[in-house]
T-cell receptor
Framework: GEDVEQSLFLSVREGDSSVINCTYTDSSSTYLYWYKQEPGAGLQLLTYIFSNMDMKQDQRLTVLLNKKDKHLSLRIADTQTGDSAIYFCAESINGGGFKTIFGAGTRLFVKA | DVKVTQSSRYLVKRTGEKVFLECVQDMDHENMFWYRQDPGLGLRLIYFSYDVKMKEKGDIPEGYSVSREKKERFSLILESASTNQTSMYLC????????????FGPGTRLTVL
């Protein structure tokens, strides 16, 4: 079945890089997404990558996609305390309709 | 900028009450979604709608219904609220199926006593 898995918690020191990993099961995914959720708020789209791309960079964010291993990662360079949030990985499956599957979220804690 | 708004940020209701959660988007999006978010379970899809008056069940539709009378508005209805429906409810919209990028509202935290 369709599933998106990610670790529940990550702790880093301010200024270090953070890498949040995600694995998915459906090989027919078309888009893969990273969302950020700050305390008490809804989900904010951070970035997305087409399934035919390997990498996408946007300022401090780097997304790497290994389609063969069905592995997606989000790297945040120079992590700041304001980056503390829950990060959701999601895949969009296009198979005669559409469906987006979300992971359970990784809580990133940045230590000052 | 896409704007998705939800009628309430916090809501407290009693068991058995009928509850309406409203969601409005201002970007003429075709698709709208209702999710609930619970600790350790991530986001689970309750219902979605791909057009006015059209609706499809998601993964956990039991105990919920929806209404989409106008394109910009998607309502989630709890006919008889129960304590296990205490949760954070998130509404989202997306333009077309082929892009699928979903934009979320701020969420409604519902507590059923």
């Amino acid at each position: 079945g369709e599933d998106v898995e990610q670790s529940l918690f990550l702790s880093v020191r301010e200024g270090d890089s953070s890498v949040i990993n995600c694995t998915y099961t459906d090989s027919s995914s078309t888009y893969l997404y990273w969302y950020k959720q700050e305390p008490g708020a809804g989900l904010q789209l951070l970035t997305y990558i087409f399934s035919n791309m390997d990498m996408k960079q946007d300022q401090r964010l780097t997304v790497l996609l290994n389609k063969k291993d069905k592995h997606l990662s989000l790297r945040i360079a120079d992590t700041q305390t304001g980056d503390s949030a829950i990060y959701f990985c999601a895949e969009s499956i296009n198979g005669g309709g559409f469906k987006t599957i979300f992971g359970a979220g990784t809580r990133l804690f940045v230590k000052a | 900028d896409v704007k998705v708004t939800q009628s309430s940020r916090y809501l407290v209701k009693r068991t058995g009450e009928k509850v309406f959660l409203e969601c409005v988007q201002d970007m003429d999006h075709e698709n709208m979604f209702w999710y609930r978010q619970d600790p350790g379970l991530g986001l689970r899809l309750i219902y979605f709608s791909y057009d006015v008056k059209m609706k499809e069940k998601g993964d956990i539709p039991e105990g919920y219904s929806v209404s989409r009378e106008k394109k910009e508005r998607f309502s989630l209805i709890l006919e008889s609220a129960s304590t296990n429906q205490t949760s954070m409810y998130l509404c989202a919209s997306s333009l077309r199926a082929e892009t699928d990028t979903q934009y979320f509202g701020p969420g409604t935290r519902l507590t059923v006593l």
